[in-house]
């Protein structure tokens, strides 16, 4: 299947499912209820979902299954998309072309509905209607809650937070990078094999390292957007990174040698996916795609 189908197929299919567990939430707290369907639902490519369910597909999972993954994964994307813009870290008044949450709601309201979306994660992860064995649902669990906290995406926007107003070593950048943006690269990857249930130790391992090279080539093509993007078709504020002083690829090693080292990953991505005997055709065709966007 082409890219741009599998993509739609999946962004209908996980706005719906995401949607009706919103809805089926009681109206005591109206405003938050509003808050945390606004802050899932407002857009998004819904790369993270994607992943999931080509990689569980590819490895014979079904959709049914991979939905509770895959909504679990966005919930975690999305929560920590409210508190990025909040004021305490990137002061954001723009995501995916609508106010932000806290601009829109409160900062207040906004903190609370990031908390909730994060909570709301790992209740659909354990919800009994998945189909999902226990054994996959405690391996879910272990890689979506490592791979979002101290050792992954939490810990790599403490990293960030602290480099702003400093040129820090690339060393340094690719690390932040592999655990703010490239972590939950990884863990959509190896969701979707684990909630497979059959998947062994040395796919894993294939698999993960596709990821990390697809996490980076992601991380490095936002860095140059943010450079050469429109904020119009971004759907968030062209040159925010270079306005808080942040060092990106791009600021270490010029655009053309970022760009450079984008491609250099896609390949190193796609060679990875050809040791396995299984069709990989549309992580492949992600992996290309994560140097081709324009947001």
């Not at 690339?170 to 249930?197: C, N």
Request: proline letters at 2%.
């Amino acid at each position: 299947m082409e890219l741009k189908e599998f993509a739609q197929t999946v962004s209908e299919r996980i706005n719906a499912f995401m949607k009706n567990y919103i809805d089926n939430f009681d109206d005591a707290a109206p405003d938050l209820k509003e808050a945390m369907s606004y802050g899932l639902l407002l857009g998004g490519k819904r790369a993270r979902p994607l992943l999931v369910y080509a990689t569980g597909l590819a490895l014979g999972s079904s959709f049914e299954k991979l939905d509770y993954p895959a909504a679990a994964i966005e919930c975690i994307h999305a929560y920590s998309l409210i508190h990025d813009d909040m004021p305490e870290m990137d002061n954001d008044k723009l995501r995916r072309g609508h106010e932000t949450v806290h601009v829109k709601f409160s900062q207040t309201i906004a903190l609370l509905a990031g908390d909730s979306l994060q909570t709301m994660a790992f209740e659909i992860l354990s919800d009994s209607k998945s189909g999902l064995s226990d054994k996959a649902v405690a391996n879910l669990v272990k890689i979506l809650s490592s791979k979002a906290g101290y050792t992954g995406m939490c810990g790599g926007q403490a990293m960030d937070l602290d480099s702003e107003g400093k040129k820090i070593p690339l060393e340094k950048l690719r690390l932040l990078h592999s655990k703010k943006t490239g972590a939950l690269i990884r863990a959509a990857v190896l969701m979707g094999a684990v909630a497979s249930e059959n998947v062994t130790e040395s796919v894993l391992l294939i698999l993960d390292e596709y990821a990390k090279y697809t996490g980076l080539a992601f991380q490095i093509w936002d860095d140059i957007l943010d450079v050469i993007g429109d904020t119009s078709v971004m759907g968030k504020t062209q040159g925010s990174d270079i306005s808080l002083d942040k060092s990106t690829y791009v600021s270490l090693l010029g655009l053309d040698n970022a760009k450079k080292l984008a491609y250099e990953c896609v390949e190193n991505a796609v060679n990875e996916l050809k040791k396995l005997d299984i069709d990989t055709s549309v992580l492949a065709q992600f992996a290309r795609f994560t140097i081709s966007r324009d947001h």
